[in-house]
């Protein structure tokens, strides 16, 4: 799996963790970031490790000197080992600090219970909400383009929604969009109701009305204002 750029920390050599690996231990931690996910995570898998990292030099480091790097790793601090659903994964606690992913893809491997929390996906989300509506706004030659204002903001929410809660995050990026494209009528509260040209989806808490809007009848209009295109058949008002 392609992932993006890698950067080796340029503090690593002061770092007195890193100063107290041996010096195969301390060559696997220098290339793990290629390796790992833009999130810094990996199956816990020593033998595809070193098939990645050391693949010219196999004989002389076989997998188990491999198993012997992670655990000094860890031993370290360096690296954190944990487990999911009976499946070992390993991750680099200060993986957002060491390392700027440019465009980051979404990590396939579950956090670590001990480390990550849904609130650090969403904070790395929000952080990212000026470059979203930055690129919304960028080519619209001085105007607002609502729609591309409106699918990026719908995919702040859907980005904030899916680490909480998968299944309602595309709902909730569907009911931005409408209501952005003007297809949902707020009401105080809250609240959405028809208009008399509106279809009702599901009546449940969580659902929203989506209007279908009907062309106007010109002719209706022209008939209901055809007696006062005279002026002595205006009918008399108080005003």
Known sequence: MAHSSRTIDPGDPQDER???LSLAAAYTWAY???????????????AVFNGRLWPLRADAHPTSSMA???????????????????????????????QKVDRPSRSTLPRCPHHDS?????????????EQLGSAFGSAAGRIDTARLGAAFARVVEDVTF??????????????????????TPQPGGATSPSPDTTA???GADDVTVERHSPPDTDAWRTATDDLSDGDSKP???Y
């Open 32 to 46: 793990l970031p290629l390796v790992l996910d833009d999130e810094g995570r990996a199956k816990d898998q020593p």
């Open 118 to 130: 849904a609130l650090d996906d969403i904070a790395a989300t929000l952080g990212r909400v000026p």
């Open 68 to 98: 012997d790097d992670l655990a000094e790793l860890v031993t370290a601090g360096l690296l954190c080992r944990y487990s999911v659903d009976g499946r070992d994964y390993v991750h680099v606690p200060d993986w957002k600090q060491r």
């Open 236 to 238: 008399d008002r108080p």
């Open 163 to 184: 680490p909480i809660d998968p299944a309602k995050a595309a709902s909730y990026g569907q009911r931005i969009r409408e209501y952005l494209a003007g297809e949902v």
């Open 18 to 20: 890193v100063a107290g």
């Open 201 to 203: 989806a599901d009546t």
